[in-house]
Nanobody, 122 residues
Framework: QVQLVESGGGLVQAGGSLRLSCAAS????????MSWYRHVPGNQRELVAGRTSGGSTNYADSVKGRFTIASDNAKNTVYLQMNSLKPEDTAVYYC????????????????WGQGTQVTVSS
């Protein structure tokens, strides 16, 4: 079994910063990619930032220049540094990972964290 555990959400004023963390644990053989998504009720879940095991990154246009995704491969952990936060960044942020387990080394599975609330006040 694989688990993704997120932390770091909270309430912050506009212009402030938060750092989200997501740690993957379990029978992990390899991780192809880890990403952050966010969801606002009434909207679709959207990709915020993603990072491959090779270090390639991509960002939503709305967060470019403000958010940075980084990882510690040895700890199977991905981070999202969020600076210059805006009220429109308010959402539940979810960690996502594409993982191959020891039990099924030829199959890549998709895993989600439980979500962490980020609220930015104006």
């Amino acid at each position: 079994q694989v688990q993704l555990v997120e932390s770091g959400g909270g309430l912050v004023q506009a212009g402030g910063s938060l750092r989200l963390s997501c740690a993957a644990s379990g029978s992990i053989f390899s991780i192809n990619r880890m990403s952050w998504y966010r969801h606002v009720p009434g909207n679709q879940r959207e990709l915020v930032a993603g990072r491959t095991s090779g270090g390639s990154t991509n960002y939503a246009d709305s967060v470019k220049g403000r958010f940075t995704i980084a990882s510690d491969n040895a700890k199977n952990t991905v981070y999202l540094q969020m600076n210059s936060l805006k009220p429109e960044d308010t959402a539940v942020y979810y960690c996502h990972a594409e993982i191959t387990t020891y039990e099924a080394r030829h199959t890549m599975f998709s895993y989600w964290g439980q979500g962490t609330q980020v609220t930015v006040s104006s």
